[in-house]
């Protein structure tokens, strides 16, 4: 069975997380009585053969658990799974990206993904469907802007991580230092692949303090609901 690997993105600046909360940054603030990123490593830890951890040049040398490498990371998410890629070793077949902000997402969802590329696809991401109107606004500014249109929400999906890749096809993707918000839009752009699979509510994405409390009561259920 081809082997994964997970890439843990925890390198990004945090801008709109705001100030630090009782002396912890976006990564390492506390959720459960644990940081976001033992959350987030953990599950990649039960669902993949080895862990990369990305951080910010001034945390490379802090010990974290249950990881294989720690590298620092680039000035952009891209530049950051580029040096994340050159940690894994070789006879890896399958390379996970996973962003340490979404510290809800499961050991299983980790396993839906792998299981989707060894069965053949480029890349495989999870996905939530669209509840929420969408509308289109210009001239936005701190106070609003002006909608200037509707947007259809039949077919469209907010795409959450991890996202498992053929190891070879990711790193064609990022042969020419392309940028993008996700891994999967460069292999996309490359033409490859790329399949949805059901995402997970707790995956939510940890971007303001706010959104804390939200994965915070989503794990709480979780662990009430499966023990997980």
Same mark, same amino acid.
């Given at each position: 069975?081809?082997?994964?690997?997970?890439?843990?993105?925890?390198?990004?600046?945090?801008?709109?997380?705001?100030?630090?909360?009782?002396?912890?940054?976006?990564?390492?603030?506390?959720?459960?009585?644990?940081?976001?990123?033992?959350?987030?490593?953990?599950?990649?830890? $039960?669902?993949?053969? &080895?862990?990369?951890?990305? /951080? %910010? #040049?001034?945390? =490379?040398?802090?010990?974290?658990?249950? +990881?294989? !490498?720690?590298?620092?990371?680039?000035?952009?998410?891209?530049?950051?799974?580029?040096?994340?890629?050159?940690?894994?070793?070789?006879?890896?077949?399958?390379?996970?990206?996973?962003?340490?902000?979404?510290?809800?997402?499961?050991?299983?969802?980790?396993?839906?993904?792998?299981? $989707?590329?060894?069965? &053949?696809?480029?890349?495989? /991401? %999870? #996905?939530?469907? =669209?509840?929420?109107?969408?509308?289109? +606004?210009? !001239?936005?500014?701190?106070?609003?802007?002006?909608?200037?249109?509707?947007?259809?929400?039949?077919?469209?999906?907010?795409?959450?991580?991890?996202?498992?890749?053929?190891?070879?096809?990711?790193?064609?993707?990022?042969?020419?230092?392309?940028?993008?918000?996700?891994?999967?839009?460069?292999?996309?752009?490359?033409?490859?692949?790329?399949?949805?699979?059901?995402?997970?509510?707790?995956?939510?994405?940890?971007?303001? !303090?706010?959104?804390?409390?939200?994965?915070?009561?989503?794990?709480?259920?979780?662990?009430?609901?499966?023990?997980?």
């Amino acid at each position: 069975m081809a082997r994964a690997w997970a890439i843990v993105l925890a390198a990004g600046a945090g801008t709109r997380f705001g100030a630090e909360i009782d002396g912890a940054t976006k990564v390492s603030a506390p959720i459960g009585g644990r940081s976001m990123i033992s959350w987030s490593v953990e599950a990649a830890q $039960a669902g993949c053969d &080895g862990v990369t951890l990305v /951080v %910010p #040049a001034v945390m =490379v040398d802090q010990p974290f658990d249950g +990881v294989d !490498a720690v590298v620092a990371g680039g000035d952009s998410r891209s530049a950051s799974v580029r040096a994340g890629l050159e940690t894994i070793p070789d006879g890896v077949d399958v390379v996970v990206c996973h962003d340490a902000a979404r510290p809800g997402a499961s050991s299983g969802l980790f396993a839906s993904v792998i299981s $989707a590329v060894r069965a &053949g696809a480029d890349a495989a /991401v %999870p #996905a939530l469907g =669209v509840s929420d109107t969408l509308k289109r +606004v210009t !001239a936005w500014s701190d106070a609003g802007g002006v909608v200037s249109g509707t947007v259809d929400r039949a077919g469209l999906y907010a795409v959450q991580t991890p996202q498992a890749f053929r190891r070879a096809v990711l790193a064609a993707a990022h042969a020419d230092r392309a940028e993008a918000t996700d891994d999967a839009a460069l292999v996309e752009a490359a033409g490859g692949t790329v399949m949805a699979i059901p995402g997970e509510a707790a995956a939510h994405k940890v971007t303001t !303090a706010a959104d804390l409390v939200i994965v915070e009561a989503l794990l709480r259920a979780r662990v009430a609901n499966d023990g997980l």
